[in-house]
């Protein structure tokens, strides 16, 4: 309640502090996607599962200089299992919640925000693009259709300031002060974080790096009430970088890590398969389509976000068509191969007899997408291979279909 009562007074105070007389804008975009699988029910019969995802988000200019930005989702359970006129389940929560103050200095443009939600977040580029109005330059195998929520490979939520400062010649830096929730041992305890960022982009060469800490804000050592002790420090990290540009043969590299613990006992970063992201595409292009090659190794939380992807390790050739400029219906096309190991990550490699054994899966997603009423139509039929051969399996649980809509306004 203190949190939400600070963040509303200094939204109140940048509200106040500027003027009110510039017109008022709005942008946005929303859509939805629907997820269709097989399983098995206890009586070993075929049962669909089907949900629902759908996004909000907006970017509302107060003023000239002060802008509110809210984006939202939602998912549903299993809608399979209700009638037509029944209630179904959903889950629904805020995904960012942020108001930016924009001013002049000399030469410099500064930036302050305040912020709930996702803001800005590691590992991904949407820093890039706010601050450079860059065009995605991420990876479409973590692309989901949605928001930008979906496409985090270091995923967390909390609350806090940030300033920004923007440099001639496309440089950014940017400081954030933020307060978020972590679970560990069945405790929930809140942390208090610091991050430091610094962006580039160029023609040929676009990167953003960040690194912080996080310090659990705990009241009890050792069985005794204390004010605050901080025993374990978090260290998240987080670095994109392109290598060319999405007109020219490129690399792309996400890497980072997701709150490995550092504590004074052991005095090591615990880097575990839980905090390591790492995804490195080299993308070729040609005059009838373009090849991505990536290697990735993802944390499980991430991976829950993604349809293309369910194992957190593996490799992937996607090859496909989105050549739509000069198309007036903006068709597109893709076939992206997945050859992946289950409960694996980069950290195994150390361990090759435990990757040789872990479960493999091979899936080919066919996907598609076209313009429709101003916005985009996109279809993906998705097919386990693997599953022709396990006996565990039957092959229709190896079977995923998804159709989102996306506009933007």
Known sequence: ?????????????????SPLSAQVFFSGAAGGRLNNGFYKNTEEKACADLTANVFFQSQTGITDNLWLHADFSMETSNIANATLFNKTPAFFQFDELSLTYKSRLDKFTNYIGVYMGAFDVAGSDIFLRRQFGLKNISSKLTDDWLGNNGKLLYPHFGAGLSETIQFPGNQA???????NKETTDFSDFMVLNGDLRYAYASEYITADCSLGFGGPLKETYKANDVFVVIDTLYLHTGLTLLIGNNYTQSVFLQAGLANAEYSKKTKKIAVTNKNLYFLLEPRFKTDLMNIHISFFSLTPRACEKMFFVDDTFGFAVNVFDDRTESRNNGLKWGVNTIFSFENCSLVDIKTPGYISKAQKNLTVN??????VFGGELNANLRVNLMYLFQKEHSFYEGIKFNVGYRAEF
């Open 366 to 371: 066919h996907y598609g997408g076209i313009r």
């Open 1 to 17: 309640m203190k949190k939400i009562k600070f963040i509303t007074a200094v939204i109140t105070l940048l509200t106040l502090s």
């Open 173 to 179: 830096a940017a400081l954030y002060l933020y307060i």
